[in-house]
């Protein structure tokens, strides 16, 4: 069984490669249950949560099992830690094991790059950064990937760790600076993407102008909203699965829960797109809204691609 860690997975899943392995998977038929979580009891302080989250094709199955035991940061070890297991198909037998954490953080930014390159403008020029976690810069250089981004900026609610992640991606071909305004970095950005833990809204509806792009990957649980009702309302709102998204998404539940909107006004999803079945960008002036929760799918087929990669 091949085995990869954090390194070999990121060498194996080049960005533009990992975009394009995602918009053949949503064309496919693959097998998504929802995944499992499960509460593990400890002697004292938080429980952990085990999250198992499977998916099948004709010729692998996979399974993402993470981790995330709170108390953790006190013992100075990650709280969330993450494996994939990669089998065959028709035997079940395992065929790799992947770093899970690299993983997830290279797939969710290749969807979003994947949901960009159907719903941006295709002259996007100007990407706004919105956190400088660990998602940050590979949100960044994905949607760089795929759109012609010349000027970054980057708003942190700590400009210093934004001053950080900005002198970290001094030596790529675009420019980078740090936002001293929300509200003034938003005005002048053609993509907005979002990669916080906030539980209030950030981006403001009353922000957004004609012709952005506005991509949501942050928040992942109903009280969680990384831009307000207004945002949502005003823009044609992507996802990457309707039954995550409206299950899962902060933004979403409460706009609905508010009346601004019905599930029905979702416009598609990735696997719409991908397939034609919806268009994606109508015109110059819309403002679209990409909301990502994550799906399996993803994680099989960013799998695949690195064990291709791995036993070449």
């Known amino acids: 069984m091949i ?11 080049p960005r533009k490669e990992l975009v394009e392995a995602l918009r053949k998977a949503f064309t496919l ?23 198992l989250m499977p998916a099948w094709s004709e010729r692998y199955i996979g399974v993402k099992i993470v981790s995330v035991f709170p108390d953790n940061a006190k013992k100075g070890i990650p709280a969330v830690a993450g494996s994939y297991l990669l089998m065959d198909a028709l035997t079940g037998v395992p065929v790799a094991l992947l770093d899970g954490t690299e993983l997830t953080l290279r797939r969710t930014a290749a969807a979003s790059a994947l949901a960009s390159s159907y719903l941006s403008r295709a002259d996007s020029s100007r990407l706004l950064m919105v956190g400088t976690g660990n998602l940050a810069p590979h949100l960044i250089q994905s949607h760089a ?39 003034e970095a938003a005005h002048s950005a053609d993509i907005i993407s979002c990669a916080t833990l906030s539980s209030e809204p950030l981006i403001q509806g ?34 990457d699965t ?3 998204v409206l299950a899962e998404s902060g933004e979403v539940i409460q706009a609905i829960a508010s009346g601004a909107m019905q599930a029905e006004d979702i ?21 679209t809204l990409f909301k990502s929760v994550g ?5 099989l087929a960013a799998a695949e691609l690195a064990l291709a990669a791995g036993t070449t």
């Open 242 to 244: 309707r039954e995550g």
């Open 267 to 287: 416009k598609g999803s990735l696997r719409d797109l991908a397939t034609g079945v919806v268009a994606g960008r109508h015109d110059a002036q819309e403002i």
């Open 145 to 183: 990937g795929v759109r012609p981004i010349t000027e970054v900026c980057i708003w942190g609610r700590r400009p210093e760790a934004a001053t950080v992640l900005a002198n970290r991606l001094a030596d790529h071909s675009f420019g980078v600076t740090v936002a001293r305004s929300l509200e």
């Open 3 to 13: 085995q990869l860690d954090a390194k070999s997975v990121a060498r194996a899943l």
């Open 206 to 239: 009353g922000w957004l102008q004609a012709g952005q792009h506005v991509d949501l990957v942050g928040a992942f649980q109903p009280d969680m909203a990384e831009a307000d009702v207004a945002a949502v309302s005003k823009a044609s709102v992507y996802v």
């Open 29 to 51: 038929d693959v097998s998504v249950p929802a995944r499992a979580h499960h509460e593990i009891p400890v002697t004292s302080g938080t429980p952990g949560t085990l999250l």
């Open 295 to 299: 799906t399996a799918l993803e994680d």
